[in-house]
């Protein structure tokens, strides 16, 4: 058992990859010598090699196209994107080839390759360092998309990318990289994609979230027990953006009777839209107040200074959640 932080943690997911894996490439903008932006590839040219570990020039739309050819040629290339925000050149790749191997070979080929790219705010970074678009990739169809919120599962999800037959973009919250640390299995182990974890169970709300937010969630539960509220609360983590457990979540407004989803990407066409109206169509006759979100404004992510403005804190999640346990038909 080892204690590590989540960069820690991808570093240790990388090397059993690499180790297990002869086919699995890792490369990226700075991702060889120095060990990436963040050194989460630290160490790794080192130990595999200049074939297997290696920089690449600052051209990400060359970097998912060259992972096309090295994926249906048998490797299993993981990218390495220095932040979210510099996707945009990918796009072209990533949507008219990536995204559709599968369905435009009818299934006799398919793309197999992982995208890690660091997301979200938190650390006071520059224009383009701090998105989190997380539901432009979810909409569309052939790419699944993963957000870790914790040492274990970042190995755990990881590894399971590394063995998906179909590519997975992997968004790690810059925000947590090294904010705690946890215990976490010293052995190979994946965690399954497509279902989410139940942090706590409760009766009285369901807050769905993922990413850096699950923190946030817990401590205004903590907060609102500070305050002597008795509130029992269903605290679900995706884990998954794309396929997501639709059921765990329905199953659980169907328990509770209310609903809030809180992440900090911006709130129009977002994950937490695309919940609420699965909640409304699966189990509406279930819910005791209307559905409600706490996330990001529907803007550019601002600069250091006002960012705290535009993420979710934890006293927007306690004021949302008593406003929805206060609401009366």
């Known amino acids: 058992m080892a204690v590590l932080n989540n960069i820690q943690a991808l570093t240790h997911a990388l090397d059993l990859a690499m180790e297990k894996h002869q086919n699995v490439i890792v490369y990226g903008e700075d991702a060889g ?7 989460a590839t630290v160490g790794l040219q080192q130990k595999y090699g200049e074939e297997r570990c290696f920089d690449a020039p600052i051209a990400e739309a060359t970097l998912v196209g060259t992972a096309v050819g090295m994926a249906i040629n048998g490797l299993k290339p993981v990218v390495e994107i220095q932040f979210e925000g510099f996707s945009y050149p990918i796009i072209q790749q ?21 995208i890690r ?3 979200g705010g938190g650390i006071r970074a520059l224009e383009h360092h701090s998105e989190a678009m997380e539901a432009m990739f979810a909409h569309n169809p052939g790419l699944k998309v993963v957000i870790p919120s914790t040492p274990f599962d970042t190995k755990g999800l990881l590894l399971a990318a590394v063995e998906s037959p179909d590519p997975v973009l992997f968004l790690e919250p810059t925000k947590i990289y ?3 640390k946890q215990d976490i299995p010293d052995e190979y182990y994946t965690l399954p994609i ?3 974890y139940k942090v706590q169970e409760g009766t009285d709300v369901t807050i769905v979230t993922y990413g850096a937010q699950v923190g946030d969630c817990e401590k205004a539960i903590e907060h609102l027990k500070g305050e002597g509220k008795n509130i029992s609360v269903d605290l679900i983590d995706l884990r998954t953006i794309q396929p997501w457990d639709r059921e765990m979540v329905i199953e659980s407004v169907k328990k509770t009777g209310r609903l809030i989803v809180v992440h900090e990407a911006v709130r129009s066409f977002s994950v937490a839209a695309e919940v609420i109206a ?13 559905c409600a979100r706490v996330t990001g404004y529907d803007i550019i992510v601002p600069f250091d200074r006002g960012e705290h403005f535009h993420q979710p804190s934890v006293q927007k999640i306690v004021v949302k959640i008593k406003e929805v346990l206060d609401y009366q038909f």
């Open 194 to 196: 497509g279902e989410g």
């Open 278 to 290: 699965t909640v409304n169509e699966k189990s509406f006759e279930y819910l005791k107040a209307p």
């Open 33 to 39: 010598y120095e060990g990436g932006v963040f050194r």
């Open 178 to 180: 090294r904010a705690f």
């Open 117 to 119: 790219m660091p997301m």
């Open 94 to 114: 990533l949507f008219t080839h990536v995204a559709r191997m599968r369905n435009r070979s009818r299934g006799r080929f398919t793309c197999p390759m992982v």
